[in-house]
């Protein structure tokens, strides 16, 4: 893990700890609002972080005044997250639980990688690092408030798995901010899965692999898209 920076965005300043360079990279550009900054986040507003990583949309959220549940199964990550917390003053005001979703309840495996933003409980990853057993639950069985403004979901592959655990708590959220990791999951299939549960898609950006010290020659179509879906009637959507 990095000592921690001061990362400044705009007004905002926070003291960031990172697992390595990818994630420092991705937490900048989530600070500055350019990943999920679609939806506003309003002050009360309630947030699920699944898939946390280091916690930088946490921190993003928390900043806003939001009441934020941050879901992350991988040790190193969830402990860069809790103290990225206390670095920045939100100590006692994120709800951090050390857990993966699923569709099922019980233990899984988890295939952790050298490069913190690639552990999956769905793929072996590249630059694989080694496997451990993690808790899984369904978000379903997990207590959530009985108001969710904005579902946040990035779980490298296992996306369709963590939809499927969800269905009750869809009827109590607003939006869902989904990231999609193709080709092992198709963005139509997850389309499919938020339009049958309410939900209708507002915004869609999608990024192709680059070539990388670790990955010279990536797939054609390796990509990442980044799906925004709301339900008709939520209001103050931007």
Not at 61 to 70: C, D, K
Not at 113 to 137: D, F, G, M, W
Request: contains cysteine.
């Amino acid at each position: 893990m990095s000592p921690p920076q001061v990362i400044t965005v705009g007004k905002l300043s926070m003291r960031l700890a990172t697992p390595d360079e990818s994630s420092k990279r991705e937490a900048i550009e989530i600070l500055e609002g350019k990943t999920y900054g679609f939806f506003e986040i309003l002050p009360d507003t309630n947030i699920i972080d699944v898939g946390a990583c280091c916690g930088a949309y946490t921190l993003y959220a928390l900043s806003r005044g939001a009441n934020v549940i941050a879901i992350e199964p991988e040790p190193n990550n969830a402990r860069t997250l809790q103290l990225n917390t206390v670095f920045n003053g939100f100590h006692g005001k994120v709800n951090i639980i050390r857990i993966a979703l699923g569709d099922s309840d019980g233990y899984t495996t988890l295939h952790t990688s050298k490069c913190s933003l690639a552990h999956s409980t769905k793929y072996v990853p590249e630059r694989k690092e080694s496997n451990i057993q993690v808790i899984q639950r369904r978000l379903d069985n997990i207590n959530t408030p009985l108001k969710i403004d904005i579902l946040k979901i990035d779980v490298e592959g296992s996306e369709i798995q963590v939809l499927n655990g969800s269905k009750t708590t869809f009827r109590k959220t607003n939006r869902v901010i989904i990231e999609v990791h193709s080709p092992q999951v198709s963005p139509e299939e997850v389309k499919i899965l938020l339009e049958q549960q309410g939900f209708v898609l507002v915004k869609k950006s999608t990024r192709y692999a680059q070539k990388t010290e670790y990955r010279p020659k990536p797939p054609k179509n390796m990509s990442w898209s980044i799906m925004f879906f709301v339900r008709p009637e939520s209001e103050n959507v931007k």
